[in-house]
């Protein structure tokens, strides 16, 4: 966010007349260096944005030192945080029955509230005994679990039917939904899970961290057309880089 205000009143500077009289406005470190010591960010603001970060992304014991350090408190019981990364990590495991009855315990009404998510979860169920070569078990879970859920909705349709395509192919290299058996698969499943959790608790889907990073490249971008300055690249070190002039 400082450097967006930074950005939108360069810009305004920029666009002015006499501005216009060169292609770019070159802007020293110095320069730019004592605008951003000029934007006052609120420590607290910093911790939240960080407790929001661990909170979010399951990092129960980092949450917990950091509130007794930081004297920030997050915004649910840190317990909880253990049981949907309990959940999470069944799902990325493949143990998807684990992983319904874990999210039942937490909350019932998760997956009686959430037909694609649950749908989603059994499609993984099938993915599951595939993968584990249980050809006659998936093919009659598929039947009894999955196709009357087909039969209501056109996507899952289009789904079951890519699923149960990986039972034709000898070697799923060869069949064009191969992907479903990769890791990432797994991982797509877990994070909608941990999504769906994090909703129910009140409390944001997505860290606020990521978004913020995205509004800085696309800021940065921006003003990339108008002008030359020294710019982030390495976002794990936050390091200026002088441009190229």
């Not at 009289?21 to 070159?26: I, L, P, Q």
């Not at 000029?38 to 929001?52: F, G």
């Not at 309990?86 to 937490?106: C, F, P, R, T, Y």
């Amino acid at each position: 966010m400082f450097l967006s205000r930074i950005v939108l009143r360069d810009l305004d500077s920029i666009d002015s007349p006499a501005s216009m009289a060169t292609s770019k406005k070159v802007v020293t470190r110095d320069e730019w260096e004592r605008k951003l010591r000029d934007v006052k960010i609120r420590k607290e603001d910093m911790n939240r944005l960080v407790m929001n970060f661990l909170v979010t992304e399951g990092f129960v014991d980092a949450a917990d030192k950091f509130r007794v350090e930081s004297g920030t408190q997050p915004d649910i019981d840190l317990a909880t945080i253990t049981d949907r990364m309990e959940v999470k990590k069944a799902v990325q495991s493949g143990n998807v029955q684990e992983a319904i009855e874990k999210i039942n315990d937490l909350n019932p009404t998760i997956l009686d509230t959430n037909p694609e998510l649950y749908f989603h979860l059994q499609q993984q169920k099938l993915i599951e005994l595939i993968r584990a070569g249980k050809i006659n078990e998936a093919l009659e879970f598929a039947q009894e679990e999955l196709a009357p859920r087909g039969e209501e909705n056109q996507t899952f349709l289009e789904e079951i039917e890519k699923t149960v395509a990986l039972l034709v192919f000898e070697d799923v290299k060869n069949c064009p939904y191969g992907e479903l058996l990769d890791v990432s698969q797994r991982l797509k499943t877990a994070s909608e899970v941990n999504a769906a959790i994090l909703t129910s608790q009140s409390h944001e889907k997505d860290p606020k961290l990521p978004s913020l990073l995205k509004m800085l490249i696309w800021t940065q971008n921006q003003l990339n057309e108008k002008a030359a300055y020294p710019r982030i690249n390495n976002l794990s070190t936050a390091a200026l880089e002088d441009p190229a002039i």
